[in-house]
């Protein structure tokens, strides 16, 4: 089942680049700028895979699962990725999907990000995930749309049927998506119809992951120390590797398609640098997190798993604060 991945991410990659979209962008436009148009595409996009997920999980087809909940970790780790990303000049995904057109302020990023956390992961910093893995939180499920043994969500710690608390948290986010004045934007794809999209492709991701071994939907902090251990001859290729792999040639083939694939230097030799830190701290902190903007932002936070909602807090939290330092007080 491996292809599937290839092909989701493809598919992902191609959504990603022709909506121009990236959680880096999303939260720090709304601070510098005023744009909300990438934060209604968010919003609106959890709303409606929070739908199709727990329809999928209800039917049978997938088991939802929730990343177990650890204070220390996703706090730590959501604040430092969420000043690595704007240092780097893009999330996990956006550093991703551009890698495919030909930036190569991306290519270093993505590089320092898969290499760090591989490291912090499984390597020399491993030391410091084996402690705060003791720290770690899982319930015990109380529906069957979860795997038995689950990390807290916002249903299990009510003790709800997951309907009732995601029913509310939808109505919360549609108000913002479609209450609120929208931030005009050129792109191939608008904020709508790629919310649509990614949330119809995230529980297909989610079966085809699990079929291969892995219960869990889009992601991509796994796939690049995967593709990175597939290099170094450790390991083979797996589901979630295949599609970070299928993002950036789905973003290639789009980009060359719409001509807009371009080789990319920054005008200032500097930036290489800057990137390089950015990485290096997106890779740590999505090590220590357990996750990126996608695992945890666009694929946890719709499960509602409390783990996922506390890091992307944190995530929004970092990138403010490297936001504000880096722009903020020039404005």
Not at 210 to 222: K, V
Not at 258 to 263: A, D, N, R, S
Not at 276 to 296: E, K, P, Q, R, S
């Amino acid at each position: 089942m491996v292809w599937t991945g290839l092909l989701v991410g493809a598919i992902f990659g191609i959504i990603l680049q022709r909506g121009r979209i990236c959680i880096n962008s999303a939260f720090r436009d709304v601070l510098i700028f005023k744009d909300n148009y990438l934060m209604k595409f968010a919003a609106l996009a959890i709303a409606l895979q929070s739908i199709t997920l727990l329809l999928f999980a209800q039917f049978g087809v997938i088991k939802l699962s929730a990343m177990p909940l650890n204070w220390i970790a996703n706090i730590v780790g959501g604040y430092i990725f969420g000043i690595g990303m704007v240092l780097a000049g893009g999330c996990a995904s956006g550093v991703t999907y551009r890698v495919g057109e030909g930036m190569t302020t991306a290519w270093l990023a993505a590089l320092a990000f898969g290499l760090t956390a591989q490291a912090t992961s499984g390597g020399v910093l491993s030391g410091w995930m084996k402690w705060l893995n003791k720290y770690n939180i899982t319930v015990a499920s109380n529906s069957s749309v979860y795997v038995s043994k689950t990390g807290p969500t916002l249903a299990t710690i009510f003790n709800v049927n997951p309907w009732i608390i995601t029913l509310i948290f939808v109505v919360l986010l549609l108000w913002y998506a479609f209450g609120t004045k929208t931030s005009q934007r050129e792109t191939k794809i608008n904020w709508i119809v790629a919310a649509v999209l990614i949330a119809i492709l995230q529980p297909i991701a989610w079966w085809a992951s699990a079929a291969s071994g892995r219960n869990y939907g889009l992601g991509i902090t796994g796939g690049w120390t995967n593709i990175l251990s597939v290099y170094t001859g450790n390991k083979p290729l797996n589901w979630i590797g295949a599609e970070v792999l299928g993002i950036i040639l789905g973003a290639m083939f789009i980009a060359i398609v719409g001509k807009e694939f371009k080789l990319r230097m920054p005008k200032k030799p500097s930036t290489y640098l800057q990137v390089l830190v950015g990485g290096v701290l997106m890779g740590f902190g999505a090590a220590t997190a357990g996750g990126c903007n996608i695992g945890h932002f666009l694929t946890g936070v719709p499960t509602l798993a409390i783990s996922s909602i506390v890091t992307s807090i944190f995530f929004l939290l970092g990138n403010w604060t490297m936001a504000w330092l880096l722009f903020g007080r020039e404005r």
